[in-house]
């Protein structure tokens, strides 16, 4: 088994509700990086996409039977992964769960946003680069 970390974060423009994300992945001593252009017009719904984005762009890099351990800043993401339940955004949540159950175990993890500054910084460039 081999360990992957997944780090997402989401930005929001508040006047336009325009919003972005951050993806990345470290394994070993490799990292992957991603920004994305999302389709959620806030920012709570902009952190599901980018946590299920994130696990759709991990499953072409490893194999189902390896150990992810997901960090996010959201704290709205990772109580209603730990619940598996959300009332606004539990498509999401399924989804995500349903992404998650790929792999043979999922360790989810809420961090500080100062020690997610790589997802954070992807996503306030794709910001820049979207609109």
Do not use: R
């Amino acid at each position: 088994m081999i360990m992957f970390k997944l780090y997402t974060d989401a930005a929001t423009m508040n006047n336009s509700g325009n919003s972005s994300c951050g993806i990345l992945i470290v394994h070993e001593n490799q990292q992957y990086q991603y920004k994305l252009k999302l389709e959620s017009k806030n920012n709570h719904e902009a952190e599901f996409e980018a946590c299920l984005l994130g696990f759709k762009q991990l499953e072409k890099l490893i194999k189902s039977d390896d150990i992810v351990v997901y960090y996010t800043d959201s704290k709205i993401v990772h109580e209603s992964l730990e619940k598996q339940y959300a009332k606004h955004f539990q498509d999401y949540v399924d989804k995500i769960l349903n992404e998650q159950s790929k792999y043979s175990l999922v360790i989810n993890n809420w961090i500080e946003d100062t020690k997610n500054e790589g997802a954070h910084n992807l996503a306030t460039q794709a910001l820049h680069l979207f609109y």
